[in-house]
């Protein structure tokens, strides 16, 4: 049972462009959201999180936005650049659970030139 | 900086092969997590421990067990090494009590089982 769900495996978006990945999740006691960006033979590296007290969270050229009724969100990288392109993790937890963290499938995003 | 470091960036083992993943954090971390990243399958969470000597299965422990004898250190053991446990294998680690803790990883361990 996949409680969070990346629909898009992958993503293409010019340099320069907006670039919107999303995430849904159905598990509705989840209260904390993270993104994390991974590089291929690397570990994956945290990027931004929000709460679910919040429905907007901005760090630089990153955002994440949390629609709590329809169980969304969607992190929005504007502009996208080329060193941008990896693989994107959506990763959820809820209070109780010691900071366990349930991820999605993610999505690949190349930022081409 | 946090670090966490994994004792091998590959591996190849033999099937039937007991197996030893190792992960230390220095910083003072209560959890530690062992995850495998699988193509199309993202990130599954094998087991954790939030303590020392303590630990929790995730959503696919069957034929996986860890240990947790130091704070800072977390095994992962294959009792006994099979081919669908080819995979890459991450660890990480982060704070239990504080409030909207990330997890710190590793820069993982790429297991072939042969």
């Known amino acids: 049972d996949q409680q969070v769900k990346q629909n898009s495996p992958s993503l293409s978006v010019q340099e320069g462009r907006i670039s919107i990945l999303n995430c849904d999740y159905t598990?509705?006691?989840?209260?904390?959201f993270l993104w994390y960006k991974k590089y291929p033979a690397e570990g994956p590296t945290f990027l931004i999180s929000i709460s679910s007290i919040k429905d907007k969270n901005e760090d630089g050229r990153f955002t994440v936005f949390l629609n709590k009724s329809a169980k969304h969100l969607s992190l929005h990288i504007v502009p996208s650049q080329p060193g941008d392109s990896a693989v994107y993790f959506c990763?959820?937890?809820?209070?109780?659970?010691?900071?366990?963290?349930?991820f999605g499938t993610g999505t690949r995003l190349q930022v081409t030139l | 900086d946090v670090k966490v470091t994994q004792s091998s960036r590959y591996l190849v083992k033999r099937t039937g092969e007991k197996v030893f993943l190792e992960c230390v954090q220095d910083?003072?971390?209560?959890?530690m997590f062992w995850y495998r990243q699988d193509p199309g399958l993202g990130l599954r969470l094998i087991y954790f421990?939030?303590?020392?000597?303590?630990?929790e299965k995730g959503d696919i422990p069957e034929g996986y067990s860890v240990s947790r004898e130091k704070k800072e250190r977390f095994s992962l053991i294959l009792e006994s090494a099979s081919t669908n446990q080819t995979s890459m294998y991450l660890c990480?680690?982060?704070?239990?009590?504080?409030?909207?803790?990330?997890?710190?990883f590793g820069q993982g361990t790429r297991l072939t089982v042969v």
């Open positions: 990480a680690s982060s704070f239990r009590w504080r409030p909207l803790a990330e997890a710190f």
């Open positions: 910083m003072d971390h209560e959890n």
């Open positions: 421990s939030y303590d020392v000597k303590m630990k």
């Open positions: 598990n509705s006691m989840f209260d904390y």
């Open positions: 990763a959820a937890t809820y209070t109780g659970t010691a900071s366990k963290l349930t």
